[in-house]
C-alpha cells in the first residue's frame, strides 16, 4: 500500500490541482494569468544576442552596418540642442515698486530737512552744516552741506527740482545693480550748463544717494524660462538607412554611434530594471484581459484545457518572433505571416478567442516596436483573414484566406506610406513583396498548423471530422458489415441531426459524425437489438433486468472502441450521452408485467446527460427515429404524433437539462424532424400485381429472344 500510494502521489496532486482549477473559476483566472504573462514577460525580456557592446569612448574593433532602415529620437543630439537654447534664454528680472518708493520717500525727507534747516535763522551757520551732515535720509559731507546753505534760493530750488525728477525718472525706467552708476553719471552730465559746480554736485550726491537697483534678479522665473526654452525644443530624429556603416572598424565610439546601434538592437547596454519591470508589468495586464475576454465571451475555449494551452503558447509565439526581428530586422518584419495564427485559433478554438488573441499580440508588437503601423499590420490582415476562413470547411477558404490577408497588408502598407510620402522605390518593391509573401504563408501555415496543432492538442477539426465521416472508415465498415440495421439506423439519425443543427446554428458536421458513431457499441453483441434480428428474439427468454443490462453495455462497448480507435472527445461524448440516464422503458414495462420487484435505476442508462447542444440532437433524433420506424402506419399525423412524445418524454425526465438546448432550439428540433421524416416515409403510388404481370410479359428476358 505505502508503494502504491507513493508511486500515485503526484498523479494525484495533479489531478487535484486539475479538479480545483475547474471547480474554482478565481483558481482557474489567475493560473491562466500567471502563466501566460510570465511566458509573454520571458519572451520580451529576453532579447536576441548583440553584435557589439561598444560604450562611448572604445574604440571599435569592427566596422558595423544597419540590417534595416529606423528611424529613433536621438537623447544625446535631443539634450544637446535643449541645454544651447537653455544656456541662450537672459537672466530673468522682477521689478521692485517698494525700491522706488522707499527711495523717493527719503529724497523727498531730505530735500524738505535741507529746505527747514536753510529757513532756521536761529542757528548759526557752523550749526547749519552740522545739521545738515546729521539728515538720516541722507548722508552729505561738510562740502556739500555748505553747497546746500550757500546757494540761492532759485538755486537750490533748482537742485531740488531736478534731483526728485531724475530719480523718479531713473526708477520708471528700471534698473538693474550693473545699471545703477552709468544711470547715475547720464543724469549728470545732462544738468544744465548754467549751473554752478555748487548745484552740480549737491544734485549729483542726493540722485546717487537715493536710486537703487530696482530690477531685482528672480532665479525662480529664470530656471522657468529655461525649462520652457528647452521644452520649445523638438524632438531631434535621427534617421540610418539599410546598409548605412553605424561604426567603422579604429573609430573613437560617439554617444550617437551607441543610441543607432541601441536603436537597431546590435548592443546591449547592460540591464534595465525600469524597462524590465515596464515589460513585465505590460505582459501581467495584456494576460489578465485576455483572460477576462475569454471567461466572459468565449465559455468553451475557457473551459477546454488543451484550448487555453494553445492560446497561451500561440500568443508566446507572436511575442516571441517580435522581439527576435524588432527592431534588428525591421524589413523581415513584415515577411513574417502573423494572421496565421489567427487563423490557425479561430479554427481550433474559436473566432472570439482568436481576435482577442491576437490583438493581445499586436499590442506586445506595438510596445516592442513603438510604431502604429506594425500594430496595424500584425492586426487589420489578420481580421481579413479570420473573416474568410469561417467553418473551414475546405482548403479553398484557406486560399480565400492567404488573398485577404494579402490585400489587408498591402493596404496597410500603403495607407501608412501615404501619410509618411516615402521616396524609396526599392524600399516600396520590398514591402510589397513582404505583404504578398505574409499572405501566402499565412494561409499555408495557418492550414499545416490547424492539422497538426489539431492532433497534437487533440482539438477536434473539420479535416477530422470529414475523415470520420468516410464510409470507408474502419469503424464505419465493421459497423456496416457487423450490423447493417445498426448501420443504416445511423445514416437516417445522421441525416435528422445534421439538420436540426442547421435549423438552430449548432454544428452540423458535428452532429452527423457523432450520429454515425453513436452505437458502435453494438457491434459487440449485434443480435440484442432489434434492427439486427432476423430470427427470433433471444430476450424472450432473458430476464428484463439481465436484457436490460445488456442493451445498456452497449454504451460501455462503445466508449472501448471509441478510445482504441482514438475518436475525437466531442464524438466520445455522445457515445453514453445519446441515451444519458433515460429508462430503457420496454423492458422496465415488461419487468412490471411480470410482476416483479422493480427498481427503476437499474433499468436506466448509466449516463451522463448531454451536456453540448449536438449530443442532445443526437439524443432526440436517436429516439425519433426509432419510434417512427416501429410505427405500423406512417402518415403525417401520426409522425408528428410519435415525435412530439418522444421529445415530451425526453424533456420531462430532465435528460437536456444539461445542454443549451432552450425551448425554442427544442420546438425547431422537432419540426426539422417531422419534414425529413415526412420526406422518408412519404405514401407511394400502389402497384397491383396484374399491372406488374402485364409489364413483365410486355419485356421479355432477353434470353428467350
Request: aromatic share 6%.
Amino acid at each position: 500500500m505505502i508503494r502504491f500510494r507513493r508511486s500515485t502521489g503526484p498523479r494525484l496532486a495533479l489531478d487535484r490541482l486539475r479538479g480545483l482549477l475547474h471547480q474554482e473559476p478565481r483558481a482557474r483566472l489567475a493560473a491562466f494569468v500567471i502563466l501566460v504573462g510570465l511566458a509573454t514577460a520571458v519572451a520580451m525580456l529576453l532579447s536576441p544576442p548583440a553584435t557589439g557592446t561598444y560604450q562611448v569612448g572604445t574604440v571599435a574593433d569592427r566596422s558595423l552596418k544597419a540590417q534595416g532602415s529606423v528611424s529613433f529620437v536621438s537623447e544625446s543630439l535631443t539634450n544637446d540642442a535643449r541645454e544651447r537654447a537653455a544656456a541662450a534664454v537672459p537672466k530673468q528680472y522682477t521689478r521692485d515698486p517698494s525700491v522706488s518708493v522707499l527711495g523717493s520717500g527719503k529724497l523727498s525727507a531730505t530735500i524738505a530737512s535741507i529746505a527747514r534747516i536753510r529757513a532756521d535763522q536761529s542757528l548759526t551757520p557752523d550749526m547749519r552744516i552740522v545739521a545738515v551732515t546729521r539728515i538720516p535720509e541722507s548722508d552729505l559731507n561738510g562740502q556739500l552741506a555748505t553747497d546746500a546753505l550757500s546757494m540761492s534760493t532759485p538755486e537750490w530750488n533748482a537742485v531740488a527740482q531736478a534731483a526728485d525728477r531724475a530719480v523718479q525718472d531713473l526708477y520708471a525706467q528700471g534698473l538693474r545693480q550693473e545699471q545703477v552708476a552709468p544711470a547715475v553719471a547720464d543724469v549728470v552730465k545732462a544738468f544744465p550748463a548754467s549751473w554752478t559746480d555748487a548745484q552740480k554736485r549737491l544734485a549729483g550726491a542726493l540722485v546717487q544717494q537715493h536710486v537703487a537697483a530696482n530690477d531685482l534678479y528672480d532665479p525662480a522665473a529664470t530656471v522657468a524660462a529655461q525649462a520652457a526654452a528647452r521644452a520649445a525644443v523638438a524632438p531631434v530624429q535621427v534617421q540610418v538607412a539599410a546598409g548605412e556603416v553605424v561604426v567603422r572598424e579604429g573609430s573613437v565610439v560617439t554617444a550617437q554611434d551607441v543610441e543607432k546601434l541601441r536603436a537597431l538592437g546590435l548592443v546591449d547596454g547592460g540591464p534595465d530594471w525600469a524597462l524590465a519591470i515596464g515589460l513585465a508589468g505590460w505582459a501581467f495586464l495584456v494576460a489578465g484581459v485576455l483572460a477576462l475576454f475569454v471567461e466572459r465571451y468565449a465559455e468553451e475555449a475557457w473551459a477546454d484545457d488543451h484550448k487555453l494551452v494553445l492560446v497561451g503558447l500561440s500568443l508566446t509565439f507572436l511575442v516571441a518572433v517580435a522581439r527576435v526581428l524588432v527592431p534588428t530586422h525591421s524589413l523581415s518584419v513584415y515577411y513574417v505571416p502573423w494572421a496565421a495564427v489567427a487563423m490557425m485559433l479561430t479554427v481550433l478554438v474559436g473566432g472570439r478567442t482568436a481576435l482577442a488573441t491576437q490583438i493581445a499580440g499586436a499590442l506586445h508588437v506595438g510596445i516592442l516596436s513603438g510604431r502604429v503601423d506594425l500594430v496595424a499590420y500584425v492586426l487589420v490582415p489578420a481580421l481579413l483573414g479570420m473573416a474568410a476562413i469561417r467553418r473551414a470547411t475546405t482548403a479553398r477558404e484557406f486560399v480565400a484566406g492567404a488573398f485577404n490577408v494579402a490585400g489587408g497588408s498591402l493596404g496597410v502598407i500603403g495607407a501608412f506610406l501615404l501619410v509618411s510620402r516615402p521616396t524609396d522605390v526599392i524600399g516600396l518593391v520590398q514591402l510589397g513583396v513582404g505583404a504578398v509573401s505574409s499572405g501566402a504563408l499565412s494561409g499555408l501555415f495557418a492550414f499545416g498548423a490547424s492539422v497538426l496543432l489539431g492532433h497534437l492538442f487533440r482539438i477536434t477539426t473539420v479535416f477530422e471530422l470529414r475523415e470520420l465521416a468516410d464510409p470507408d472508415h474502419p469503424l464505419l465498415r465493421q459497423l456496416l458489415l457487423r450490423t447493417p440495421g445498426t448501420y443504416h439506423h445511423s445514416l437516417l439519425v445522421a441525416n435528422l441531426a445534421e439538420r436540426a443543427a442547421e435549423v438552430i446554428g449548432a454544428d452540423p458536421l458535428t452532429a452527423r459524425v457523432a450520429a454515425y458513431y453513436h452505437d458502435i457499441g453494438k457491434m459487440r453483441n449485434p443480435l440484442a437489438f432489434i434492427e439486427n434480428q432476423t430470427a427470433g428474439n433471444p430476450h424472450d427468454d432473458l430476464d428484463p433486468l439481465v436484457s436490460a443490462q445488456i442493451v445498456s453495455a452497449h454504451v460501455r462497448d462503445g466508449l472501448v472502441l471509441a478510445e482504441r480507435y482514438r475518436l475525437p472527445e466531442k464524438i466520445r461524448e455522445v457515445i453514453p450521452a445519446h441515451h444519458g440516464t433515460s429508462l430503457i422503458k420496454y423492458f422496465w414495462q415488461t419487468a412490471q408485467e411480470r410482476g416483479q420487484k422493480v427498481d427503476e435505476a437499474s433499468f436506466r442508462h448509466p449516463g451522463p446527460k448531454p451536456r453540448s447542444r449536438e449530443a442532445g440532437i443526437v439524443m432526440l433524433a436517436d429516439g425519433v427515429e426509432a419510434a417512427v420506424r416501429s410505427l405500423a402506419h406512417k402518415d403525417a399525423e401520426t409522425i408528428s404524433a410519435m415525435v412530439d412524445r418522444i421529445v415530451e418524454e425526453r424533456v420531462n425526465d430532465g435528460q437536456l437539462d444539461e445542454c443549451d438546448l432552450t425551448l425554442r432550439d427544442i420546438h425547431r428540433i422537432r419540426d426539422a424532424f417531422c419534414e425529413l421524416l415526412l420526406g422518408v416515409y412519404h405514401e407511394r403510388i400502389p402497384y397491383p400485381e396484374d399491372r406488374i404481370a402485364r409489364i413483365g410479359d410486355l419485356h421479355p428476358p432477353a434470353a428467350s429472344q
